[in-house]
Antibody
């Protein structure tokens, strides 16, 4: 059974940093692109970033470029999202997801940016 | 990285069929056969319903079908059931090697 378990969400002040983690199991992690997608409260889905199987290619939505970094540790079947210079508008549930075009989603972790 | 276009809401009676449209550009929907549809119930994670325009994952009812013409993709739900009431999002691969989503369509079963 495919499982994606996100962690690391928290309340953080504007300008702060946070690192999200995603533990993957039930599939061959090294065979898939992985993505992060977020959903602000009461809003729609927004694709954030993705990373190739070997980490050699990474892509970001314009609004997070230079602030967020996606990475993965294939030895640990884990995906990460380092978020710096956080803004109020980054407040959202962040989903870890399988695929360059998402096929499976985790349950999400809530990031709240507020003073 | 503009979002795709979807109607805000669509409704139908039990047993009826409804269709949700998803309009993009030649840089996303029109340029690739990598259009997906996702169902999201309140408070839950999204679930893949259709991938690569018209393919259903294992376990998804055959009442759900997808198609594409030019820059517009469509999701049709046949034999509408109460459990189909949810938000539906389309998503597409883009020329920038990213994914873009539509704003979502709220499906109401009358």
């Amino acid at each position: 059974e495919v499982q994606l378990v996100e962690s690391g969400g928290a309340l953080v002040q504007p300008g702060g940093s946070l690192r999200l983690s995603c533990a993957a199991s039930g599939f061959t992690f090294t065979s898939y692109w992985m993505s992060w997608v977020r959903q602000a409260p009461g809003k729609g889905l927004e694709w954030v970033a993705n990373i190739k199987q070997d980490g050699s290619e990474k892509y970001y939505v314009d609004s997070v470029k230079g602030r967020f970094t996606i990475s993965r540790d294939n030895a640990k079947n884990s995906l990460y999202l380092q978020m710096n210079s956080l803004r109020v508008e980054d407040t959202a549930v962040y989903y870890c997801a399988v695929g360059e075009v998402v096929t499976f989603w985790g349950q999400g972790t809530l990031v709240t940016v507020s003073s | 990285q503009s979002a795709l276009t979807q109607p805000a809401s669509v409704s139908g009676s039990p047993g009826q069929s409804i269709t949700i449209s998803c309009t993009g550009t030649s840089s996303d929907v029109g340029g690739y056969n990598f259009v997906s549809w996702y169902q999201q119930h309140p408070g839950k994670a999204p679930k893949l319903m259709i991938y690569e325009v018209s393919n259903r994952p294992s376990g998804v009812s055959n009442r759900f079908s997808g198609s594409k013409s030019g820059n517009t993709a469509s999701l049709t739900i046949s034999g509408l059931q109460t459990e189909d009431e949810a938000d539906y999002y389309c998503g597409s691969y883009t020329t920038s090697s990213t994914q873009v989503f539509g704003p979502g369509t709220k499906v109401t079963v009358l």
